[in-house]
């Protein structure tokens, strides 16, 4: 009985071990970076600077950061982390260098 019983919780151990590994699989990601053209639905169209659009599925679960009211508008800038299914997994606005440091020569 006792062999019985080791053998059942080293099988479980295991398989749970085993199917805790299947959900713990790395996402090939690639960066998108571009101007946003529109939204359509759930998804926002975007340039990149070569110039060609990709749509961007963007749900619940994609965090954007440096958006107030955390939607995006025609014209931003934007870094994307984007799984190979296209859905956007963050979003950041990427905000110009306002040039903060610089002295403008009417003020010298």
Request: hydrophobic content about 45%.
């Given at each position: ?8 919780i080293?099988?479980?151990t ?10 713990s699989?790395?996402?090939?990601t ?9 939204w359509?639905g ?7 600077i070569?110039?060609?659009?990709i749509?961007?599925h963007?749900?619940?679960a994609?965090k954007i950061e440096?958006?107030a009211?955390g939607r ?5 800038k934007i ?5 190979s299914?296209?859905?956007?997994l963050s979003i ?11 002295t403008p020569?009417?003020?010298r």
């Open positions: 009985m006792i062999p019985i019983l080791l053998t059942l080293l099988f479980f295991v398989v749970t071990h085993a199917h805790a590994l299947e959900g699989q790395p996402i090939a690639s960066v998108v970076n571009g101007d946003v053209l529109y359509e759930e998804e926002v169209v975007v340039k990149e070569s110039g060609r659009e749509r961007l963007v749900t619940a994609t440096g958006v009211g995006l508008k025609t014209g931003d870094a994307a982390q984007v799984n299914d296209g859905h956007a950041t606005l990427q905000i110009p260098d306002s040039g903060a440091g610089v020569p009417s003020l």
